[in-house]
């Protein structure tokens, strides 16, 4: 009996010995550099929601051009994500991103020199080509280049870019508002080219996607990678022989290069993936696209694009007090997306998700009654007016722990290894779609529904979202990208709970830092 209790006391403090191996520090500069595409999203989204105030002044338009300049960048955005999967399968994710840089590029100095509506809108173009490309590839490089043990954490660098690329927009207004009228908004567009020049400048300095280089055959360039972005020499050969797996190469290949099948270059993907998909596929597919469905019909890109118009319809008139208002907006849907970063690899996926639809469900309530009582009074009301303000940063903070950043980690870690830039581009195309149609639709609802007819509406939409993810999303923490087919091939869709695969991931990770090749 002694030596049994003894053995369970051991068992017990065993998890205590063990920590954690420190994150490498050359896969997180690389995920960082590469999430730095989604600062051209997120900052074309906080500029234009302050510039269309000058804009709509300066250039004599009407609401109808206002939606469509502010929403139609999302739906040219469907055409750079409908080639950016095949484009990185057929240059690489490296090139795919300075290639991104580029056309955003040429975008913001069209936009910034417009002299008219027609000239702006080409520009608009020409950058959500670029957008459509950088949303694509920035959550796809990342995740292939990540470990299992941190991620989630890496992987939600693109929307903390997102977020930051918001919130500069956002200072940018403030900025320049006060300057004439014909320069203020072109000054906020054209500042745009700094980003994309940095970006394609400090891509210069990362490795290709180990997994690409593997698709390519090119098994030497890709240990050599791995063994830079791992823990250690034991995690990287782990790495590469699930790689080799999931890319139908035998394991004891160990040439520089070898041949692949056509297919791992994109060929036939598209038939796998749409026309005749395994029944694992099917569910796969089925969650990518109901996740960012859900995600964009949330109301985030209208609250986010048009909140000097929301501010303003809650009470805030002035046009300096708007964006400053926005700017609030800005720091705490930054902050909310850090929280979110240290939890995704502790708490898990569900969790932090339900949590944060949970929250946007109430905060729309809220501010859908707020705007409700202010509208039908002519008395200022203090207390409304606060309760408006309160909502929106809560519901941008809601949005931003969970339902912000999970669907692109959740996108990148379960779609299988041959199919995953396609998929991704997918995930992309719908993404993009639906925030175009909010955003060119949000001001004519709420004229037709009224305002706070609309944010209720947004809260029912997230009600059928949190059903949705509850009873169709696995937990994904702690496994391998390799090993998600197994886990959407099992009929049940509630996981294992999520401390547990964590647990034992965590040991996974500390025995092959240790150099124990045997797991």
């Known amino acids: 009996m002694g030596s049994e209790g003894e053995n369970v006391r051991l068992d017990h403090e065993q998890p205590e010995r063990i920590t954690k191996p420190k994150r490498n520090k050359y896969a997180l500069a690389c995920a960082g550099l590469a999430s730095m595409t989604s600062i051209l999203l997120g900052y074309d989204i906080g500029v234009m929601s302050g510039a269309v105030i000058f804009i709509k002044d300066n250039l004599h338009i009407n609401d109808t051009k206002i939606e469509i300049l502010a929403g139609s960048i999302n739906v040219f955005s469907l055409i750079g994500s409908a080639f950016a999967g095949r484009t990185s399968d057929w240059i690489g994710r490296r090139y795919t991103i300075i290639f991104a840089a580029a056309i955003f590029f040429l975008g913001a100095i069209i936009m910034g020199l417009a002299p008219n509506y027609a000239f702006l809108m080409a520009g608009r173009v020409v950058a959500g080509i670029g957008i459509g490309y950088a949303i694509m590839i920035a959550p796809v490089y990342t995740t292939e280049l990540a470990p299992a043990s941190c991620r989630g954490f890496l992987t939600t660098f693109p929307e903390i870019f997102i977020n930051v690329g918001i919130l500069l927009g956002y200072v940018s207004n403030y900025a320049f508002a006060r300057l004439p009228e014909h320069l203020n908004w072109r000054l906020m567009l054209g500042v745009g080219v700094v980003p994309s020049m940095l970006l394609a400048v400090g891509v210069l300095a990362m490795p290709e996607s180990p997994r690409w280089l593997v698709m390519q055959g090119k098994l030497g360039a890709a240990k050599k990678v791995l063994l830079k972005i791992s823990d250690s020499s034991n995690e990287a050969q782990l790495r590469i022989s699930e790689i080799k797996l999931a890319a139908e190469i035998p394991d004891d290949t160990d040439d520089e290069i070898v041949h692949v099948p056509k297919r791992h270059h994109g060929e036939g993907v598209w038939k796998e993936l749409l026309l005749h998909p395994t029944p694992v596929v099917r569910r796969i597919l089925i969650v990518v696209v109901g996740i960012h469905f859900f995600q964009q019909c949330s109301g985030i890109d209208a609250v986010v694009l048009y909140s000097p118009r929301v501010f303003e319809k809650a009470g805030i008139k002035e046009k300096n007090q708007l964006l400053g208002a926005t700017i609030a907006v800005g720091l705490i849907k930054t902050a909310a997306i850090l929280v979110a970063t240290f939890l995704l690899d502790r708490v898990g996926r569900r969790p932090l998700l339900l949590t944060s639809v949970g929250g946007m469900i109430v905060t729309l309530c809220g501010l859908g009654f707020g705007l409700t009582m202010i509208a039908h009074t002519d008395e200022k009301l203090v207390w409304a007016i606060v309760l408006c303000i309160a909502t929106i940063l809560l519901f941008v903070s809601f949005f931003s722990f969970g339902l912000g950043p999970i669907p692109w980690v959740y996108t990148s870690e379960i779609l299988p290894l041959r199919l995953r830039a396609q998929g991704a581009s997918i995930a992309a195309v719908v993404n993009r779609l639906l925030s175009g149609v909010i955003g060119m639709t ?38 391998t990208l390799e090993d998600m087919s197994d886990l959407f091939a099992k009929k049940t869709a509630i996981p294992l709970r999520p401390q547990n695969k964590a647990a034992s991931e965590t040991n996974r990770s500390v025995e092959l830092a240790n150099g124990d090749p045997s797991t």
């Open 442 to 479: 949000f001001l004519s609802m709420y004229k037709a529904i009224t305002i706070q007819g609309v944010f209720f509406l947004f809260a029912g939409t997230c009600s059928l979202a949190f059903l949705f993810f509850f009873f169709f999303l696995p937990e994904t923490m702690g496994q």
